[in-house]
């Protein structure tokens, strides 16, 4: 890896993002992941391939890749069961609409079978599109308009936190709760004169969750009438085949995945009740491309392979070796760093009351790990897929103590 460029030492990626800045909006407004200040190792922006667990930039540096795309790689990049399956299906045709894939039926059939309390499904594109579909059913079954949510729960108008570009009248039907005060969710729901369609929460986010406290969080939901949804984008397919509903033994009325589900193929589901999703017929949520045949046949892939194999058993192996490893390297830093996180998704997070000097610490960390060919995001967990192994993990932790010792 290199530092940052210097005007004389332009490299492919600084040619790509200055073409990209005049005609690429998200380009020309995100920074990159790590600042280019002087000094620091840039961040890959533009990758040319990615296998199995790693990935290889425009300018040819190799990365133990421990993002993977936000979580959806579950069985490593370029997978040949699940990229197969979805060439043979495209092959015969990419988009029927409005008519249907028969691959659809069976992508139903096994999600059913495999999710806890799955009654029916809806077939999506993306995180979002099931959250929304989840909170549009939840207020026609309801009556009710509100919507209590936590975590991440996409990028439309109801659940973002930035107020731009979204009127008043939306920001005031939708509030984000404290996960952790089942108290203060008690006082919002009682006292919401019957509004609160739903309530909308990740099953945990960096750190672990008692399943006792997710029940609760439920349980006070239906009590005052409002329906209980978890958004298992990050942790279906992942701590479990059926997500934290099953690792954690918690029923929800509706449910959220995708990523995992097809292995980085574009796709999502909404899952539950039947007399909830039955309630689609009140409503409109339509898109072209929902009955795409690839992604479909993607997802029955990666879903077979993940029940019939030991694949998640490997990543739950792994990220344990990974866990305890960092565990080990940090317990130096006391408190001022922390490993937290399930292990197929663990993360190591920085602390310090001075927000400056937390920053400056990840900042060299992570420039430090990123030159030396890890692939680590600084402020959102990592994963762990199937094809990595047990050399890459111990690599990984070679790496990380080199920049630890760096601090």
Not at 80 to 109: D, H, K, M, Y
Not at 143 to 153: D, E, P, T
Not at 299 to 314: F, P, Q
Request: proline letters at 4%; aromatic letters at 10%; one cysteine or more.
């Amino acid at each position: 890896m290199r530092l940052s460029a210097t005007a004389s030492a332009l490299t492919i990626t600084d040619r790509m993002t200055e073409r990209a800045r005049s005609v690429d909006a998200r380009a020309a407004t995100r920074p990159d992941i790590l600042p280019q200040y002087d000094g620091y190792a840039q961040y890959p922006r533009y990758l040319q391939r990615a296998k199995g667990a790693y990935v290889w930039d425009v300018d040819g540096n190799r990365y133990i890749d421990f993002c993977l795309g936000y979580g959806p790689v579950i069985l490593g990049h370029g997978d040949e069961r699940v990229n197969g399956r979805a060439a043979a299906a495209t092959a015969n045709g990419g988009c029927f609409a409005p008519l249907w894939s028969p691959l659809q039926i069976e992508l139903a059939e096994l999600l059913t079978s495999v999710i806890p309390g799955a009654e029916m499904c809806l077939m999506l594109k993306t995180g979002s599109d099931a959250t929304s579909a989840a909170v549009r059913l939840a207020r026609i079954y309801t009556g009710r308009s509100a919507v209590l949510r936590w975590g991440y729960n996409g990028w439309h108008d109801w659940s973002v936190e930035q107020a731009a570009g979204v009127p008043t009248s939306v920001r005031e039907n939708s509030r984000a709760f404290d996960f952790n005060d089942l108290d203060v969710l008690e006082s919002l729901l009682s006292h919401g004169n019957d509004k609160v369609a739903c309530v909308i929460t990740m099953p945990f986010w960096d750190d672990q969750v008692e399943a006792s406290h997710l029940s609760s969080i439920g349980e006070v939901a239906r009590r005052n009438g409002a329906l209980f949804v978890l958004d298992e984008m990050r942790s279906g397919f992942r701590v479990a085949l059926g997500g934290a509903q099953q690792y954690l033994h918690v029923q929800a009325d509706l449910a959220a995945y995708g990523k995992a589900m097809g292995n980085g193929h574009p796709i999502s589901a909404l899952v539950g009740r039947r007399d909830i999703l039955s309630k689609l017929s009140d409503t409109k949520v339509s898109s072209t491309y929902f009955a795409e045949p690839g992604s479909m046949a993607a997802a029955i892939a990666t879903i077979e392979i993940l029940r019939d194999t030991d694949a998640l058993d490997h990543v739950w192996r792994l990220g344990e070796v990974f866990q305890n490893g960092l565990k080990t390297l940090t317990s130096r830093f006391g408190s001022a760093i922390e490993v937290v996180g399930y292990p197929p998704m663990p993360f190591m997070r920085f602390q310090s009351e001075d927000a400056t000097t937390r920053f400056a610490v990840e900042q060299h960390f992570y420039s430090k790990t990123t030159a030396a060919g890890l692939l680590l995001h600084p402020n959102h967990q990592w994963f762990l897929s199937a094809a990595h192994t047990t050399g890459d993990i111990y690599q990984a932790l070679e790496v990380i103590e080199l920049a630890l010792e760096t601090l």
